[in-house]
């Protein structure tokens, strides 16, 4: 049966800089991958142009039981150490916002780039090769639909719950579970809000409608934009708080961040006293939403007739709007799976499993959650890159 230095389960991210980092290292190393072709999350991610970095990445962009342990991977392969790896395959890129770094062409730059990598380190990769079978041992073994295989070292790259439909499994979840590691609950992140049936209904009309916003929950805050789906709500902003987000708790969200509405109607009636409402508040928001936020939570008066309680009632659901989301689209949607292999059970330098020399978790399967926009590809080359130099 072929032995391999190192095998890496998961053709994903983190697995191929893994393993391009440990062929190039002199290792012999196989990836296997269940689906019928590489890196599918890379080739869909930021619209088909793969938002594969963040230049402001850090620990505090990161949820995590211990929010120190993504520290030491970060700091040794950085935003920066990536950035030079992209400039060196001449593939051109452009920031959007905030850090966030896109392709200028296509993903499968990135994809290519990951691949040429793993070419220079004679890395073997084989696709429709799921594991039927798996001992964790000296060496470990594994079974798959191509033949078995013995390794010295197996690193598990297998993802997190998330869109199934790309081929996301339980695998590494469940392989942590069986070896008696702690697993840190998973759940769906990054995803859309689902909101009660009588709300959902009401809101339906507001459908397609963005705005700019700031959503609150969790402890946490959120400024980015909102987006009103059939479902519930969608947007960067509502994206990035649902990772803090547990069933049952509120939401509060100020649709008018940059004004303070008590101010902006007395100075507008001053000159404008019959000007109704929601005319006034068709200047700062959507019409549309303008129109029916006065239709069903404020008052629809003109401003030389709103009272101070009128005026308190209009703030409160203006810039504190709070509402229980009844769920999240689920993992289908989701871009992320917070928890994962708790992370006390890692080494942060190597990735290794501390009750199981030659065992290596990385990527999303680890729990290791990124925020919007980059950081959750850093992580996975980060830490792909950390277990590469360790096997």
């Given at each position: 049966?072929?032995?391999?230095?190192?095998?890496?389960?998961?053709?994903?991210?983190?697995?191929?800089?893994?393993?391009?980092?440990?062929?190039?290292?002199?290792?012999?190393?196989?990836?296997?991958?269940?689906?019928?072709?590489?890196?599918?999350?890379i080739?869909?991610?930021?619209?088909?142009r793969?938002?594969?970095?963040?230049?402001?990445?850090?620990?505090?962009?990161?949820?995590?039981?211990?929010?120190?342990?993504?520290?030491?991977?970060?700091?040794?392969?950085?935003?920066?150490?990536?950035?030079?790896?992209?400039?060196?395959?001449?593939?051109?890129?452009?920031?959007?916002?905030?850090?966030?770094?896109?392709?200028?062409?296509k993903?499968?730059?990135?994809?290519?780039?990951?691949?040429?990598?793993?070419?220079?380190?004679?890395?073997?990769?084989?696709?429709?090769?799921?594991?039927?079978?798996?001992?964790?041992?000296?060496?470990?073994?594994?079974?798959?639909d191509?033949?078995?295989?013995?390794?010295?070292?197996?690193v598990?790259a297998?993802?997190?719950?998330?869109?199934?439909?790309?081929?996301?499994?339980?695998?590494?979840?469940?392989?942590?579970?069986?070896?008696?590691?702690?697993?840190?609950?998973?759940?769906?992140?990054?995803?859309?809000?689902?909101?009660?049936?009588g709300?959902?209904?009401?809101?339906?009309?507001?459908?397609?409608?963005?705005?700019?916003?700031e959503?609150?929950?969790?402890?946490?805050?959120?400024?980015?934009?909102?987006?009103?789906?059939?479902?519930?709500?969608?947007?960067?902003?509502?994206?990035?708080?649902?990772?803090?987000?547990?069933?049952?708790?509120?939401?509060?969200?100020?649709?008018?961040?940059?004004?303070?509405?008590?101010?902006?109607?007395?100075?507008a009636?001053?000159?404008?006293?019959?000007?109704?409402?929601?005319?006034?508040?068709?200047?700062?928001?959507?019409?549309?939403?303008?129109?029916h936020?006065?239709?069903?939570?404020?008052?629809?008066?003109?401003?030389?007739?709103?009272?101070?309680?009128?005026?308190?009632?209009?703030?409160?659901?203006l810039?504190?709007?709070?509402?229980?989301?009844?769920?999240?689209?689920?993992?289908?949607?989701?871009?992320?799976?917070?928890?994962?292999?708790?992370?006390g059970?890692?080494?942060?330098?190597?990735?290794?499993?501390?009750?199981?020399?030659?065992?290596?978790?990385?990527?999303?399967?680890?729990?290791?959650?990124?925020h919007?926009?980059?950081?959750?590809?850093?992580?996975?080359?980060?830490?792909?890159?950390?277990?590469?130099?360790?096997?």
């Open positions: 049966m072929p032995h391999y230095d190192v095998v890496v389960i998961g053709a994903g991210a983190a697995g191929l800089m893994c393993a391009a980092t440990a062929g190039q290292g002199g290792r012999r190393v196989l990836v296997v991958e269940h689906a019928n072709k590489v890196g599918k999350k080739l869909m991610s930021g619209g088909g793969c938002n594969f970095t963040n230049l402001h990445t850090g620990p505090e962009h990161f949820l995590s039981a211990n929010p120190h342990f993504m520290k030491s991977a970060l700091a040794r392969y950085t935003q920066w150490d990536f950035l030079a790896l992209v400039e060196r395959h001449g593939i051109p890129y452009h920031e959007k916002k905030a850090g966030q770094l896109f392709c200028d062409r993903a499968k730059d990135i994809l290519g780039m990951l691949l040429e990598e793993c070419r220079a380190g004679g890395v073997t990769i084989r696709t429709k090769c799921a594991v039927r079978h798996l001992t964790v041992d000296t060496p470990h073994r594994l079974a798959t191509l033949g078995e295989f013995t390794a010295d070292s197996l598990i297998t993802g997190g719950l998330s869109i199934p439909r790309m081929g996301a499994t339980a695998f590494g979840l469940e392989l942590a579970e069986r070896l008696g590691l702690a697993v840190q609950p998973p759940r769906p992140a990054l995803v859309p809000f689902t909101l009660p049936r709300l959902r209904e009401e809101l339906a009309e507001l459908s397609g409608i963005s705005l700019e916003a959503v609150r929950c969790g402890g946490t805050s959120f400024r980015e934009a909102v987006l009103f789906t059939h479902q519930g709500l969608s947007g960067p902003a509502v994206l990035q708080a649902s990772s803090y987000w547990a069933p049952g708790e509120p939401v509060t969200i100020d649709l008018l961040p940059d004004l303070d509405l008590e101010e902006t109607v007395a100075a009636r001053r000159n404008h006293p019959n000007l109704r409402l929601r005319n006034l508040l068709a200047d700062f928001l959507p019409r549309r939403l303008a129109q936020w006065c239709a069903h939570r404020v008052p629809d008066k003109p401003l030389g007739q709103l009272s101070r309680a009128d005026l308190q009632q209009a703030a409160d659901h810039h504190r709007w709070t509402f229980t989301p009844a769920g999240t689209e689920g993992y289908a949607t989701a871009e992320v799976t917070r928890g994962g292999v708790d992370t059970e890692l080494s942060s330098q190597t990735m290794e499993a501390k009750r199981v020399p030659g065992l290596y978790f990385i990527g999303e399967v680890v729990d290791v959650t990124g919007l926009g980059g950081h959750n590809f850093q992580w996975a080359w980060a830490s792909g890159h950390a277990a590469g130099e360790a096997v």
